[in-house]
């Protein structure tokens, strides 16, 4: 299947929303602090906040620009609120009151009549009828000033271009610069109910695409999704076509409760509840809304902690006691499995997620996600921390460099480091499912095969994929490799794959492959590309799900799974058989391009060229000599059930890579050039010479046939994929020069879906008109 990078809606389907409908919302804020937003009722919203500083500032915000929601559906810019009426009732605790100095304050910012950038800080209490906790807000935009006291310090807010509304919250003790720490964390809340938009243009325009389901899954993560309403998240999943099960990564920075650390910094409590009252309150929701689409949700937690908040004593360590730090900014850290506490507070919180599930009728589906040794990009594995060494002997071997070669001492430690690994991961697993009771639960596990399997650190898979964890110590294995596809080194995973089955031997129905992710956005198209394909590979080798990593970057890139809308899925579009009559010399051959001339007024003509290959056209009746042949055409016709399924057919005239009908050779034809990483190439033929020679995909060769060479030495360590594709067990080198020989089929199709045929005139020697028309095949 193919997929879409949409950049906006053009035809597609939408809907209108009343202008700050409850369900796009988001909020932000700097960390310690915390906050999220969840719909309570179609009209109404609530914000769960937790203060930990006396300067946290936690916003609820409307933009006027949809920047978060997929392309096809997202609502439709609008910046002009002139004449238009925001009304709602407010009532909150735990945040300072609305006639409170530093009471909640709606930050306008957008520009004024001169198109000067501005803000402004209008009062809501003002604007409030009732108590400073339960209270009627009614903003008329055209109406509005900001200023503490009115008239006396009115400044007139211009509504004609408005980019963003933010309404600020605080906790009681609020105080502007003050980073002190507050002895235990400020909970707090606050519900707009009854939000009504009235006035010029109350309406929005949403797209409301439903992409019919594709077979693919989705990845989600609360530390991406954090500052949006579960409703919005689902939506879109919902809406793009993801069905089945969503993987959901709890994350690494948001969700848990912190208290002082006595530094000015905060850190993990194990005493306090798994999650903070705001994470709590987002996942009920999200979990909720998931099983009321009919999804699944498959929990996901790590070994993986922000820095920051991360016990010392938790960390993972390399020998010289540098702790383990990925490469985001800020940085996380890796909790070591052999922390007692550590591992402790990990199993905590995957009983909580149990509760969360079966709080909403859920089955308990729960992930381990990516538990490691973390390698430092110096080769030093972290290993080596206080409780680790304790449970190593307490002086354990040293292995500075973990692509050296290494001797038996070393590579016991990297088992027994292994087998702890295992143990903390079953240890986990069993807390879950003896949380679960007797509905049972489902146990996943997930590996990244190129930290696990990278060939610079072959040892590794000893500590990091450990044979403790081969099946059934899992229910499911769950394998990603996003490194790998987005940089095309398809030899890499292979042999990843083939390692892994191998050492953990789950079956692949009983394996998961989650697909993705694009950083950049400046490499969306090659890497959608790469990742789709990816995709299509996992699903055809019969892996139980296929899941795309992630939502966010999806939304970001408009990428858009199209599902097959043959309307007969079990219906192959193409048989892998031969045409079985010879062409005669009588039989036409056509090749067409596409081309658009212009003459201009003057007399001259541009020309612009719309296919880049030529397609062929054939007819093949007048190669229809005998009624026996008439016969074997008419039946393959039918079996072919005319246009509907393509063939092969020798073009007689030109199928091979040498020349046009010579014998192939290793060198014939040059694919690419190596470039260490990329395994794949797919065959083509040139017509023509230099840059302008025209490429022609292969699709179709004659396997048989099939002659490679690299940097002009014959090869066979190759394997061809479907499409003509090549795939090298280990990726030519940068530079390398790739080259292949073959002989090749034309895919074609009936052009039409009936046979004019009469008995008389064939008779007479008059040959039937039989239309045969190329297929494209390298989308």
């Given at each position: 299947?193919t997929y879409?990078?949409a950049?906006?809606?053009?035809?597609?389907?939408?809907?209108t929303?009343?202008?700050f409908?409850?369900?796009?919302?988001?909020v932000n804020?700097?960390?310690?602090?915390?906050?999220s937003?969840v719909t309570?009722?179609?009209?109404?919203l609530r914000?769960?906040a937790?203060?930990?500083?006396?300067?946290d500032?936690?916003g609820l915000i409307w933009?006027s620009e949809?920047?978060?929601d997929?392309?096809l559906?997202?609502?439709e810019?609008?910046?002009?609120?002139s004449?238009l009426t925001?009304s709602?009732?407010?009532?909150?605790?735990g945040?300072?009151?609305?006639?409170?100095?530093?009471g909640p304050?709606?930050?306008?910012?957008g520009?004024?009549?001169?198109?000067?950038?501005r803000?402004?800080?209008?009062?809501?209490?003002?604007y409030?009828?009732g108590?400073a906790?339960?209270?009627?807000v009614?903003?008329?935009?055209?109406?509005?000033?900001g200023?503490f006291l009115?008239p006396?310090?009115?400044d007139?807010?211009?509504?004609?271009?408005?980019?963003?509304l933010?309404?600020?919250l605080v906790?009681p003790g609020y105080?502007a610069?003050n980073?002190a720490p507050?002895?235990?964390?400020?909970?707090?809340?606050v519900e707009?109910?009854g939000?009504s938009?009235?006035g010029?243009?109350p309406m929005?325009?949403?797209?409301?695409?439903?992409v019919?389901?594709h077979?693919l899954?989705?990845?989600?993560?609360y530390d991406?999704?954090?500052?949006?309403?579960p409703?919005?998240?689902l939506r879109?999943?919902r809406?793009?076509?993801?069905?089945?099960?969503?993987?959901?990564y709890?994350?690494?920075?948001?969700?848990?409760?912190?208290?002082?650390d006595?530094?000015?910094g905060?850190?993990?409590?194990p005493?306090l509840p798994?999650?903070?009252p705001?994470a709590q309150r987002?996942?009920?929701?999200?979990?909720?809304g998931?099983?009321?689409?009919?999804?699944?949700v498959?929990a996901?937690?790590?070994?993986?902690?922000l820095a920051?908040?991360?016990?010392?004593g938790?960390q993972?360590?390399a020998?010289n006691g540098d702790?383990?730090r990925?490469?985001w900014v800020?940085?996380s850290?890796?909790l070591s499995?052999a922390?007692?506490q550590?591992?402790a507070?990990?199993?905590?919180?995957?009983?909580?997620l149990?509760?969360l599930m079966q709080g909403v009728?859920?089955p308990?589906r729960h992930?381990?996600g990516e538990p490691?040794?973390?390698v430092m990009q110096?080769?030093?594995?972290?290993?080596y921390?206080?409780?680790?060494?304790?449970?190593?002997?307490?002086?354990?071997?040293?292995i500075?460099?973990?692509?050296?070669?290494?001797?038996?001492?070393?590579?016991?430690?990297?088992?027994?480091?292994?087998a702890l690994?295992?143990q903390?991961t079953?240890?986990l697993?069993?807390?879950?499912?003896?949380a679960?009771?007797?509905?049972?639960?489902?146990?996943?596990l997930l590996?990244?095969?190129?930290?696990?399997?990278?060939p610079?650190t072959p040892?590794?898979l000893?500590?990091?994929l450990p044979?403790?964890w081969?099946?059934?110590?899992?229910?499911?294995?769950?394998?990603?490799?996003y490194?790998?596809?987005t940089?095309g080194k398809?030899?890499?995973r292979?042999?990843a794959r083939e390692i892994?089955?191998?050492r953990?031997?789950?079956p692949r129905?009983?394996?998961?492959?989650?697909?993705?992710?694009?950083l950049l956005?400046e490499?969306?198209?090659?890497?959608?590309?790469?990742i789709?394909?990816a995709?299509?590979?996992?699903?055809a080798?019969?892996?139980a799900?296929t899941?795309?990593?992630a939502?966010?970057?999806?939304?970001?890139?408009g990428f858009?799974r199209?599902?097959?809308?043959?309307g007969?899925?079990?219906m192959?579009s193409f048989d892998?058989?031969?045409?079985?009559?010879a062409l005669g010399r009588?039989a036409?051959?056509t090749?067409?391009?596409?081309t658009?001339v212009?003459i201009?007024?003057?007399g001259f003509?541009?020309?612009?060229s719309?296919?880049?290959d030529a397609?062929?056209?054939f007819?093949v009746?007048?190669g229809?000599r005998s009624?026996a042949?008439?016969?074997?055409?008419i039946?393959?016709f039918?079996a072919?059930?005319?246009?509907?399924r393509?063939f092969?057919?020798?073009?007689?005239?030109d199928?091979?890579?040498n020349?046009?009908t010579?014998?192939?050779t290793?060198?014939?034809?040059?694919?690419?050039t190596?470039n260490?990483?990329?395994a794949?190439?797919?065959?083509v033929?040139?017509?023509?010479d230099g840059?302008d020679?025209?490429r022609?995909?292969?699709?179709r060769?004659?396997?048989?046939?099939?002659r490679?060479?690299?940097n002009?030495?014959?090869?066979g360590?190759?394997a061809?994929g479907p499409?003509?594709?090549l795939?090298?067990a280990?990726?030519p080198?940068?530079g390398a020069?790739?080259?292949?020989?073959?002989?090749?089929?034309?895919?074609?199709?009936?052009?039409?879906?009936?046979l004019?045929?009469?008995g008389?005139?064939?008779a007479a020697?008059?040959?039937?008109?039989?239309?045969?028309?190329?297929?494209?095949?390298?989308a």
């Amino acid at each position: 299947m193919t997929y879409w990078l949409a950049t906006r809606r053009t035809v597609q389907q939408t809907d209108t929303i009343q202008r700050f409908d409850p369900r796009f919302w988001t909020v932000n804020f700097p960390r310690p602090a915390m906050a999220s937003v969840v719909t309570i009722a179609p009209d109404a919203l609530r914000v769960d906040a937790v203060f930990r500083k006396a300067d946290d500032l936690i916003g609820l915000i409307w933009e006027s620009e949809d920047k978060w929601d997929h392309p096809l559906l997202s609502y439709e810019t609008k910046r002009d609120y002139s004449r238009l009426t925001l009304s709602f009732r407010w009532r909150s605790a735990g945040v300072l009151p609305l006639d409170a100095v530093n009471g909640p304050t709606l930050t306008i910012e957008g520009r004024d009549a001169a198109g000067n950038a501005r803000a402004w800080y209008v009062r809501l209490w003002n604007y409030a009828e009732g108590t400073a906790t339960d209270a009627q807000v009614t903003l008329k935009f055209s109406e509005l000033s900001g200023g503490f006291l009115l008239p006396a310090e009115a400044d007139p807010v211009h509504p004609a271009d408005i980019d963003r509304l933010f309404i600020s919250l605080v906790a009681p003790g609020y105080g502007a610069g003050n980073s002190a720490p507050f002895a235990a964390s400020v909970e707090g809340w606050v519900e707009l109910t009854g939000v009504s938009c009235q006035g010029h243009k109350p309406m929005l325009t949403l797209g409301d695409v439903m992409v019919p389901p594709h077979g693919l899954s989705m990845c989600t993560g609360y530390d991406d999704a954090y500052n949006l309403t579960p409703a919005r998240v689902l939506r879109q999943i919902r809406g793009l076509g993801y069905r089945g099960s969503i993987n959901h990564y709890i994350g690494m920075s948001h969700f848990y409760a912190m208290v002082p650390d006595g530094a000015g910094g905060f850190v993990v409590d194990p005493a306090l509840p798994a999650m903070n009252p705001a994470a709590q309150r987002w996942h009920e929701a999200f979990l909720a809304g998931a099983a009321a689409m009919g999804q699944t949700v498959i929990a996901s937690q790590s070994y993986e902690l922000l820095a920051q908040n991360c016990p010392p004593g938790w960390q993972q360590r390399a020998e010289n006691g540098d702790p383990a730090r990925t490469g985001w900014v800020p940085p996380s850290a890796l909790l070591s499995p052999a922390n007692a506490q550590a591992m402790a507070w990990v199993r905590k919180v995957g009983v909580a997620l149990v509760g969360l599930m079966q709080g909403v009728g859920l089955p308990v589906r729960h992930q381990v996600g990516e538990p490691w040794w973390w390698v430092m990009q110096d080769r030093r594995i972290c290993i080596y921390d206080d409780a680790a060494k304790a449970a190593f002997g307490g002086n354990p071997a040293s292995i500075p460099d973990l692509g050296a070669s290494l001797n038996a001492a070393q590579e016991a430690l990297l088992d027994q480091a292994g087998a702890l690994l295992a143990q903390s991961t079953a240890d986990l697993a069993a807390a879950v499912k003896a949380a679960a009771g007797s509905a049972g639960a489902e146990t996943l596990l997930l590996a990244f095969l190129p930290t696990v399997l990278d060939p610079v650190t072959p040892e590794a898979l000893r500590a990091n994929l450990p044979v403790g964890w081969a099946s059934p110590a899992f229910d499911t294995l769950q394998l990603e490799d996003y490194d790998w596809v987005t940089a095309g080194k398809d030899a890499l995973r292979a042999q990843a794959r083939e390692i892994a089955e191998a050492r953990l031997n789950y079956p692949r129905e009983n394996q998961h492959y989650l697909s993705g992710f694009v950083l950049l956005p400046e490499n969306a198209a090659t890497e959608w590309a790469r990742i789709n394909a990816a995709a299509n590979e996992a699903s055809a080798l019969g892996v139980a799900e296929t899941f795309i990593w992630a939502l966010p970057q999806v939304s970001r890139d408009g990428f858009t799974r199209l599902p097959v809308t043959s309307g007969d899925e079990t219906m192959q579009s193409f048989d892998d058989v031969l045409f079985p009559l010879a062409l005669g010399r009588d039989a036409s051959v056509t090749p067409e391009f596409s081309t658009n001339v212009t003459i201009t007024a003057s007399g001259f003509e541009r020309r612009n060229s719309l296919w880049s290959d030529a397609r062929l056209r054939f007819d093949v009746g007048p190669g229809v000599r005998s009624d026996a042949e008439l016969g074997e055409l008419i039946s393959f016709f039918r079996a072919r059930r005319g246009q509907a399924r393509g063939f092969r057919l020798r073009d007689p005239s030109d199928f091979s890579s040498n020349g046009m009908t010579g014998v192939p050779t290793p060198t014939d034809q040059v694919l690419g050039t190596g470039n260490g990483a990329t395994a794949r190439f797919e065959l083509v033929k040139h017509y023509g010479d230099g840059t302008d020679a025209q490429r022609r995909r292969i699709t179709r060769p004659r396997a048989e046939s099939l002659r490679v060479s690299v940097n002009g030495v014959e090869t066979g360590d190759f394997a061809l994929g479907p499409l003509g594709v090549l795939d090298f067990a280990v990726a030519p080198m940068a530079g390398a020069t790739v080259c292949a020989g073959f002989f090749f089929d034309v895919p074609v199709r009936f052009g039409e879906d009936r046979l004019d045929i009469s008995g008389a005139e064939f008779a007479a020697g008059e040959a039937p008109s039989v239309p045969l028309v190329e297929l494209r095949e390298d989308a």
